[in-house]
């Protein structure tokens, strides 16, 4: 299957610090690329689809400021916390799909706030 | 819109027995594609199986198998000969006609015992 890679794979920032995860597809021209949020022991929560060259589409309540998202390429996607705060801590996740519409999923991102 | 309801927090099962997780859904679509994750402690996302609205026959991957019930709108996973490895969170999740996004139900929680 086609690889997705995530970096970092944890982070520990301070409170008010901007954090930026990428999301790259190694082996596929991703030209969708979906953002999720998983806190402990819930399910995953989609944040957000970006499509190469195009806004990100939010889902309802997330903050498009709080929660930049870039989709510059077909094998890169970005996603920055702006001024984290301690409830921004959460695990997030990032898949990708090509033309097949199949999703992909990176391993996973672990932001701690302090 | 569409809607995932996975009713077992937990389940703990036998090495070596078989276990059945369920997964009922909601939708309007005549088309969909459902879909079946499993999420160890790594917190990485793994596919398993993938049944599609129109399939005549269930899903089958090696020790996976799903129990799709078109009428009962239920797509349940059967995992045969379960091993220690097994244990992990499980997802169920759908797609829609025409859509990009998965919605996930809020999985359950797989221990096997020695």
């Known amino acids: 299957g086609a690889v997705v890679s995530q970096h970092p794979s944890w982070v520990i920032c301070k409170s008010g610090t901007s954090v930026k995860i990428e999301c790259r597809s190694l082996?596929?021209?991703?030209?969708?690329m979906f953002w999720y949020r998983q806190f402990p022991k819930q399910s995953l929560m989609l944040m957000a689809t970006s499509n190469e060259g195009s806004k990100a589409t939010y889902e309802q309540g997330v903050e498009k400021d709080k929660f930049l998202i870039n989709h510059a390429s077909l094998t890169l996607s970005t996603l920055t916390v702006t001024s984290a705060h301690p409830e921004d801590s959460s695990f997030y996740i990032c898949?990708?799909?090509?033309?097949?519409?199949?999703?992909?999923f990176g391993p996973g991102t672990r932001l701690t706030v302090l | 819109a569409q809607k995932i309801t996975q009713t077992q927090p937990g389940m703990f099962v036998q090495e070596k027995e078989a276990v059945t997780l369920d997964c009922t859904y909601d939708?309007?679509?005549?088309?969909?594609?459902l879909f079946w994750y499993k999420q160890p402690s790594s917190g990485e996302m793994i596919f398993l199986i993938y049944?599609?609205?129109?399939?005549?026959q269930n899903a089958t991957e090696g020790r996976y198998s799903l129990n799709f019930q078109k009428a009962r709108k239920s797509a349940n996973l059967v995992i045969s000969a379960s091993q220690l490895g097994d244990s992990a969170m499980y997802f169920c999740?759908?797609?829609?006609?025409?859509?990009?996004?998965?919605?996930f139900g809020q999985g359950t929680r797989l221990t096997i015992n020695p």
């Open positions: 898949s990708a799909s090509g033309n097949t519409r199949e999703q992909f």
């Open positions: 049944q599609g609205s129109y399939d005549e």
């Open positions: 939708t309007s679509d005549q088309s969909y594609g």
């Open positions: 999740a759908m797609r829609g006609e025409g859509a990009q996004k998965l919605v």
């Open positions: 082996d596929f021209q991703a030209t969708t």
